[in-house]
């Protein structure tokens, strides 16, 4: 199976809402998930199982950054203990939505102090009815 990603309906929401200058909140955080992880268009940060092992948990991106059209955002994760990882999530300021969604092609097995930089890319293009 190849690697799937997705930017789901909650994240899309979020986002113009924050655009439109409703109450929402930007792009803030990833974390690992495990057990299942499916990358469609109707999961939902409820839906996911984050990592609970340390190190692997929700934590603020390294960077969050945009320019020219495209978001880009990433996270290093070291193990603090031992996990499989399926994939990852982004996720807003209040880890409320999901705003993208990663699913490996394979299982990471991670042991403690091993890396895993994780990377999403967003790219905005104009629409026009």
């Given at each position: 199976?190849?690697?799937?990603?997705?930017?789901?309906?909650e994240?899309?929401?979020?986002?113009?809402?924050?655009?439109?200058?409703?109450?929402?909140?930007?792009?803030?955080?990833?974390?690992c998930?495990?057990?299942?992880?499916?990358?469609?268009?109707?999961?939902?940060?409820?839906?996911?199982?984050k990592?609970?092992?340390?190190?692997?948990?929700?934590?603020?991106?390294?960077?969050?950054?945009?320019?020219?059209?495209?978001?880009t955002?990433?996270?290093?994760?070291?193990?603090?203990?031992?996990?499989?990882?399926?994939?990852?999530?982004?996720?807003?300021?209040?880890?409320?939505?999901?705003?993208?969604i990663?699913?490996?092609?394979?299982?990471?097995?991670?042991e403690i102090?091993?890396?895993?930089?994780?990377?999403?890319?967003?790219?905005?293009?104009?629409?026009?009815a």
């Amino acid at each position: 199976m190849a690697q799937t990603q997705e930017v789901p309906t909650e994240g899309l929401v979020e986002a113009a809402e924050l655009l439109a200058g409703d109450a929402a909140t930007c792009i803030q955080s990833m974390c690992c998930l495990k057990t299942t992880c499916t990358a469609d268009k109707d999961q939902t940060a409820a839906g996911v199982t984050k990592c609970t092992e340390s190190g692997l948990t929700i934590a603020d991106c390294d960077s969050v950054a945009g320019a020219a059209g495209v978001i880009t955002a990433y996270h290093t994760f070291t193990a603090g203990a031992a996990a499989t990882v399926k994939g990852f999530g982004a996720f807003n300021d209040d880890n409320d939505a999901l705003m993208g969604i990663c699913c490996f092609a394979a299982d990471v097995s991670m042991e403690i102090g091993d890396t895993l930089k994780n990377t999403m890319t967003w790219t905005l293009s104009d629409q026009t009815a």
